[in-house]
């Protein structure tokens, strides 16, 4: 019986060559995205699963509100950690890490700066699962200079020798001795932190320090199975008024009542370790996390993609159920009953699913690597998406076939085998409803693809308030030690240098900046926070800024050692305006030069973007204290030659360091890239759904022409031109786009505003995207449709009129 329904079901498709076609490529390609995009969302939802503790491992973060200024952290204060160990039974065990980069690495006189160094308290690798190789987990960081490296980077260092026992040099706070203890795996791809080596916290004198006032380190707590956070959180407001209350009444002379009744607030909240990739919108994470939107908005494609590759399905199947009405009543009459000729039918639909599920295959993996390159990832096909895949074939195989089966084996063999089928207004309704749902699809995508596009390029060319052109900034120029300034006099001589400036502080990319805490002198109830910037006299000019009232940083002052330069944001918080603020002093607290430190202010800088365009500028305060990291404004002649020069000049000095550079117009980009890597990702999947729905929509006409043609035969005998036939094929399907576009039109202004409203600095969704969009579609629905028209138009009256 299966051989038979098999045999019919390859002789039906071998029969209807141009929709078995139609139906195979549309499905091809709706399954092999649908797939890929599976894999991706997949990968993001999977982030730190890998840990067999996942479940009961959460993240403190910080938050607070000081005058306004919101402060939300993934850091938190030293004894955090073991305070809330020792405070709440629900907590296990508690961990902390302190990240410090990309520091220099030395072993037997080579230097490594790519590596990324953190400390971690002894019991990291008894609440984090990664396998340890060589060495210990409970113990390996149990001694002050003890570390842990990754696999990878154990063979970097060493090659093919045992590493334990091991001496290396990091160069964090002066050139610590480190003896290698263990190695573990290489860190997942799919962790929210991926460091190459792990030296102990014990080294560190800081990690016991009992400040509840400022800190820099991630801490995790491993909670009893079955906690309940909100309950477990309830418990922190009476942790912070035991320990941070005193310290606050000390460096504020305020309690922490009064320092609330002001309007501010501070606190502890937990994170479950699963929703740090997708869901955290904390500062000072150690890497870019993911984007839960942009997996939903990939995962809606996914569905709406193969739902319009099974909506050509169904349509072309119910609009060609005249040719199969004899075939069913013949079958009916010989004794067939409704179940089988269901089952027939699916197994058509299971069988032409299969032939598109083979090229699928291939479309994966050719499309793979392309859609790892633009989006990032390292996906791969394996044995559990291969069974997957299977299982998406048959779910797409009886999915798009079950409609299709019920409606033609529910036929009444008497009317069929008389000729009295007519096509019921039902099923005609149904077709024409779901090809209002295919281009409502594709015209939401195409407007989603313009938006997109345009906040890109509203980002690219905004007035950041500096100029991002024409900058080369050098990052591990402290490498040169005293030859730092000599290098950049020497560079300076060059005519293609137009200015430099020493700062390792940069507003575009990955940067180096200290959040700040200052208040107004004799005010120190409006305490504002904000960002500390590192600079010279030469940054602010170097960088194109504007100080719009006082003055620059300047080597005539000797006072500039104690001054300090506001940005607009900064002077309004603290309760002045860009023109009082100058000659105040402000109270900078926990500097890097003490506490309660006074600074005199020299000037405003106008705002300028220092942080993604997705948050509003906040306080900067900028101090005279240049730092390693030189950046050079250079001309736009002979970039080559000018690159060429500077690692010659860097060479010369014999540093253990290669020389490296970045654009800080590519920094600036970088900043963007999941935006950009989800417009180009969302214009691909928009041209898919167009081109599987249109291939669809040329289906169905190739079908009206075939239903009509006695009767345009019959129009052209009678006078009708090719235009006025190409018309009446037409416009039906054409007020179905049209529809389309008119309901899609409000859902994408809804959905696009909610994604633009994550920008702090956007665009307004401009009346032309939808004009654009809807005669888009028109169009590419009129090629289609006119094209098969036409041929059916300008095709002889005698021919079909002849069989009558």
Known sequence: MIRNYLKSAWRNIRKNKLFSFINILGLSIGIATCFIIMLYVQDELSYDRFNKNADNIVRVVFHANLNGGKI??????????????????????????????????????????????ALVDPNFFSIFTLPMIKGDPKTALA?????????????????????????IQINTDGNRVYKVTGVIKNIPANSHFHFDAFGSMTSWANATTDTWLSGGYHTYLLLNPGTDLKKLEAKFPAMVEKYMGPQIQQQMGLSLKEFITKGNSLGFALQPLKDIHLNSNTSTEFEPGGNATYVYIFGGVAIFMLIVACINFI??????ASKRAKEVGIRKVAGSAKSQLIIQFLSESILLTFFALF???????????????????????????????????????????IYPAIYLSSFKPIAVLKGKLTTSHKSFGLRSGLVVFQFFISVALIIGTLVVYQQMKYMQNKDLGYNKEQLITIPNSYALGKNEKVYEQQMRQDPRIVNATASNYKPAGPTSYNNALAYAQGNDHNIV?????HVDENYIPTLGMKV??????????????????????????LGWNDISAVGKTVIRQNSDRGNNV??????????????????????????????GGLIFKIKTTDVAGLLATMKKNWDSYNTDQPFSYNFMDDLFNKTYSAEQKTGTILNIFSILIILVACLGLFGLVTYTAEQRTKEIGIRKVLGASVTQVTQMLSKEFLKLVLIASLI???VAWWAMNKWLQSFAYRIHISWWIFIVAGFTALLIALITVVFQAIKAAVANPVKSLRSE
């Open 548 to 573: 719009i009232n006082g003055r620059n940083f300047s080597k005539d002052f000797a006072t500039d050692s104690t001054a300090i330069i506001l940005n607009e944001t900064a002077a309004h918080a």
């Open 72 to 117: 939300d952290e993934s850091v938190s204060m030293p004894p955090v950690a073991q305070t809330m160990k020792k405070d709440f039974p629900e907590v296990r065990d508690a961990t902390r890490i302190l990240s410090f980069g990309n520091p220099q690495i030395i072993y037997n006189h080579t230097v490594f700066k790519d590596d990324r160094f």
């Open 359 to 401: 090229i699928a295959f291939a479309l994966v993996q050719l499309a793979l690597p392309a859609f790892n390159n633009i989006s990032g990832k390292h996906l791969s096909f394996d044995v559990k998406p291969i069974l997957a895949f299977i299982g998406l074939g048959l779910l797409v195989g009886v999915g798009a076939g």
């Open 598 to 627: 006074p600074f005199h202010v020299i000037g405003v800088v106008k705002n300028f973007n220092f942080k993604s365009l997705h948050e509003a500028i906040s306080p900067l305060y900028m101090t005279l204290q240049p730092e």
């Open 143 to 167: 001694q002050p200079d003890a570390i842990v490296l990754t696999q990878e980077t154990a063979e970097k260092y060493f090659g093919k020798a045992d590493p334990i026992g091991k001496v």
């Open 744 to 746: 899609a039109f409000p």
């Open 315 to 320: 349509n072309l199947s119910t609009a060609g």
């Open 529 to 533: 926070d904000g960002v500390e910037y």
